[in-house]
């Protein structure tokens, strides 16, 4: 480390790794007031609750209860738990609206691979979920921007139900947590990216996000009904998209920090990555028959 040369090298990588690090944090502010606005992550986030809602008072009147109190009464029973005599119902709802259900993929129900996403079983599936994408969702979409941001919820979230399918043909499957575990390995990515930026090279961060999918990922083995192949192809995915499409600001000749990654210039390669995404699904197609 007493070469010269290396120490220079060092230093001008950090001072790019800290640039480039905020001026991806504050980036968003140069935007117009409507346009700060986490519109991908509030769209996503009330319309899988309003979904959750009606595929809810669905099940709810499948078993009889048809009066506002008694739907209400049936809902709250189930928030935590599913009543046993409710899993029938439940199922059948969940499938007719869209879960991942391999046989009816097969007979050519394609948007399948996406509507689970915006599918969850109860209160606690749902609230739990929002929770975490609102959180995550609007830090991740103020630092990538919104279509950004939507390429990569969507993409991850399709991919996890894609592993789902060619993993666990077994199980119908339903949730945003794969694609929330996408935006996780996206932002990974990102401090990877600038971990110059972060005290001790970005490790306490790193290590942190390792714990938080290890604790996931077991919760999800020990847990029955919980679908961990969706999540791992939602976070491989995830990493993957992260490394191509992270905000990397970089100056030009006039010294003015640029995203290098920002989809006008990238476009050719999200294009790429939709078209990849549906080459995946045929081959998935194929495995699967």
Known sequence: MNDPHLLDGVATRTVRAK???RAALSQYRTQPQLARICWGTWII?????????????????????HSLSAILTHIFNNAI????NSDDALTTILIRYGAKENNLILQGQYWRFLTPIFL????????L?????????????????HLRFLLIYLITG???????????????????SGAIFGLVGAYSIFVLVHRRAFPRGGLLALLWLVFIVGINLAFGFMIANVDNNAHIGGLISGCILGWWFTPLYRPTANQILIDTHRLSRSWPLAL??????LLLAILALHLGH
Do not use: K
């Open 19 to 21: 640039s480039s690090y």
């Open 45 to 65: 986030t009330i319309g899988s609750i309003l979904v959750w809602c009606f595929t809810a008072s669905q099940v709810a009147q499948t078993m009889g209860a």
């Open 81 to 84: 738990n599913t009543q046993p």
């Open 272 to 277: 790429l990555t939709i078209l990849g995404t």
């Open 158 to 176: 399709i991919i996890s139900i894609i592993a789902s399918f060619v993993f666990a043909p077994d199980v119908i499957s339903v949730g945003a």
């Open 120 to 127: 969850h079983v109860n209160l606690l599936h749902v609230g």
């Open 129 to 145: 979920n929002m929770l975490n994408l609102v959180i995550l969702g609007t830090f991740l979409e103020r630092l990538v921007g």
